[in-house]
């Protein structure tokens, strides 16, 4: 530890960069160890648990993981408080799947499991980090950053076909074009349920679910609009169906939601299909067995297509189904 620099009426006091250190008093006995730290150099209550839960704050010398612990009077107590990590992602080399690429654009093939942009809990091993290690002396800037245009998104374990800017000139205008829906794109989903009609729109609003804001539902103040086409390609007796699904807008979880409202939840969603179906169990217990135990959403972004946001040029794209989603169409099909 560094020497400390106390102060001299008890309260905590900052000592060189990094550390933080205070003598206890005798007012202070029993405060709360984080307690005492919590504003010091700027550090919120939960920064400062999760400092001292990692090992980095010390009595008299010896460390404390408690963050409870209840003051002595007299004890010297100090905080390590390391650098702040640079905001910007960084690099990370790892295999995508290019289906286009010019000095504009990239469009992809997402695998499930795969988070699309740096967030809390994902702070690497993302998409942004793999597209600055491939392409990070192609980028041009966008927003005065050297960083990709993150113009649309899938969810973490939702596959498929996605565009991304490389330029401050295709992110604008991939952006325009996807506010504007002046693009076609469609899913392939694995649901519940065989739809009736085998094909129609759901036009329901969505917005945060009220007793879980975890959760989209849709709702009926407050929510935002929502439309989604579909149309059943396929139907396992009366138990499965694979629906193709075409957005008219993009929210938030939206096939999801709009598949689950109707009756019809998505294969796999650990979200908005909480219970065994009741039509599972008119299958035969080998595909029966493999959908129940599927560990993502049943959803893969099957196409996109749009003109090229600086030559205009029409491209379209697609990508068939992933090895996961296939196997569980062929366990379908032979019934094993």
Known sequence: MSARNDTSDGKPGENGPGVLSFTATAEQAGDRLDRAFAGMGGLSRSRVKALVEGGLAARDGAVTRDPSESLRPGAVYTLSVPPPEAATPLPQAMHLTILYEDRDLIVLDKPAGLVVHPAPGNPDGTLVNAILAHAGEELSGIGGEKRPGIVHRLDKDTSGVMVVAKSEAAHHALSTAFAERDLERSYLALAWGVPSPSSGSVEASIGRHPADRKRMAVVTRGGKHALTHYATERAWGTACALVRCRLA????????????????????????????????????????????????????????????????????????????????????????
């Open 249 to 336: 807008t993009g929210r938030t979880h939206q096939i999801r939601v709009h598949m689950a409202h109707i009756g019809h939840p998505l294969v796999g969603d650990p979200v908005y299909c909480r219970r065994v179906p009741a039509v599972s169990r008119s299958l035969p217990e080998g595909p029966r067995e493999a959908l129940l135990a599927f560990p993502r959403q049943a959803l893969h972004a099957q196409s996109l297509g749009f003109r090229h946001p600086v030559t205009g040029a029409p491209l379209s794209f697609s990508s068939p189904l992933p090895p996961d989603m296939a196997a569980l169409v062929e366990a379908l099909d032979t019934g094993a």
